[in-house]
């Protein structure tokens, strides 16, 4: 009996290992779907060409922003810093990573971490600079009253735009992304939210 009864269990266990894979792929696919038509648009409306001479060159930039994301898990909206640093090339390619603590405008001790990085895609139009792109790292979710913690993968498509305020200063006027916690504790958790902040450009 005990037999037949670890043999169910582990056959039960495998399969939740399957549904489980199955949802993470799903949950990854739509992003990436979402990037390559957001890249496609964006290559269509473009009207200018970046000089040969400015082919392959760096920018690295930082700053810093308030965000409000909604929280799915207990219908929660909260608000907190988050750190990113981007470096793009004139080929329009970049890299974008990014740290986020929703910490305020808490009402029972729910909130939530990421740090998260991946591709973005940006074009200047005059002092503007539109930019999509697909972030993929680490969420640390804490439950209302401090019933415990879940460290999931989250997926977040995204876009936004910067406005040049002078040559090293730019406003992130709007930053968009649409988190998706494919693996949380209680099935997938999606947490959408915008931030506004400051761009240093270093070099």
Not at 141 to 165: E, I
Request: charged residues 15%.
């Amino acid at each position: 009996m005990k037999r037949f009864y670890s043999i169910v269990q582990s056959q039960s266990t495998r399969a939740r290992s399957t549904a489980q894979w199955l949802q993470l792929r799903r949950s990854v696919f739509f992003p990436v779907v979402l990037l390559a038509v957001c890249l496609c648009l964006v290559q269509a409306a473009q009207a200018q060409v970046v000089p040969t001479a400015d082919a392959g060159s760096m920018r690295l930039s930082a700053g810093g922003a308030l965000s409000g994301y909604y929280l799915n898990y207990g219908e929660q909206k909260l608000f907190g810093p988050s750190l990113f640093v981007d470096a793009d090339t004139f080929r329009h390619f970049g890299v974008e990573g990014e740290a986020r603590w929703l910490t305020f405008h808490r009402t029972n001790d729910e909130h939530a971490a990421t740090y998260l990085v991946g591709p973005r895609y940006s074009r200047y139009y005059g002092r503007f600079q539109p930019y999509v792109k697909v972030l993929l790292g680490a969420g640390r979710f804490n439950f209302p009253y401090s019933l415990g913690t879940d460290n999931c993968l989250v997926v977040a498509p995204g876009a936004g735009v910067d406005f040049q305020l002078s040559r090293r200063i730019s406003w992130r006027a709007a930053d968009f992304e649409y988190q998706i916690w494919p693996r949380f504790y209680y099935g997938q958790m999606s947490s959408p939210g915008l931030s506004t902040g400051i761009r240093l450009r270093i070099f």
